[in-house]
């Protein structure tokens, strides 16, 4: 079976501070995962996708088989990068379900 | 218009009346989804349609009834329902199921029962 872990519901931090935020999984493969951003009053989108090792608005995330894990980070949060965040996690092949994590509500103040 | 719209937006009804969420992608996709979004479990996935054909329902009760009479549709009938399943009901679309992980959502359906 696969699970996607986040084991914190809300992370608080000021602007210009790094923001990681934590995602493990369980899986038996090579799977792939994913972070979708929910900004408020607007609708859950892809922000990045581990296979294509970009960044965007500045967040990385890189996947970690020994640890699996695939956090989020960025190295100096801005007031607008506050949103949820989903991790998600999906098979290698085609048809393969997507399973999302529980989300957690990134807060970044002024 | 491009993109996953649902309609309403927001949606009060009572326990015992008949309501419909509709939601319509133009993106050309083939799969389409409902999820329930809440505070308690904050993205649940209700059911799955690839090809106008639902292909998974996750332990949904009966109350909500899904309807895709095509690939660009997809409806959520509503009937009886308890105040418990007051939510935000998401529509979401992917190229084929599940779409190798890129799903596109809708805004959402914000509905309230009393």
């Known amino acids: 079976a696969q699970r996607v872990t986040q084991p914190e519901k809300l992370l608080s931090v000021f602007k210009g501070a790094p923001v990681e935020l934590k995602c493990n999984y369980s899986?038996?493969?090579?799977?792939?995962l994913f972070w979708y951003v929910q900004y408020s009053r607007q609708r859950l989108q892809l922000l990045l996708r581990?296979?294509s090792r970009e960044s965007i608005k500045g967040f990385t995330a890189d996947l970690n088989k020994g640890e699996t894990s695939f956090h989020l980070k960025k190295p100096f949060a801005q007031e607008e990068d506050s949103a949820m965040y989903y991790c998600?996690?999906?098979?290698?092949?085609?048809?393969?379900?997507?399973?999302f994590g529980k989300g957690i509500t990134l807060s970044v103040r002024p | 218009e491009t993109g996953v719209t649902q309609t309403p937006r927001h949606l009060v009804m009572g326990m015992t009346n008949k309501k419909s969420l509709k939601c319509e992608q133009h993106l050309g996709h083939n799969a389409m989804y409902w999820y329930k979004q809440s505070a308690k479990k904050p993205l649940e996935l209700m059911f799955v349609y690839s090809l106008e054909e639902r292909v998974e329902n996750n332990s949904v009760p009966s109350r909500f009834s899904p309807e895709c009479p095509n690939s660009s549709h997809l409806f959520l009938h509503l009937h009886t329902l308890q105040p418990e399943d007051s939510a935000l009901y998401l529509c979401?679309?992917?190229?084929?199921?599940w779409g190798t992980g890129e799903l596109f959502f809708g805004e959402g359906s914000r509905l309230t029962v009393l």
């Open positions: 899986y038996s493969g090579s799977p792939e």
């Open positions: 998600a996690l999906s098979g290698p092949g085609a048809n393969s379900k997507l399973t």
């Open positions: 979401a679309s992917s190229r084929s199921r």
């Open positions: 581990h296979i």
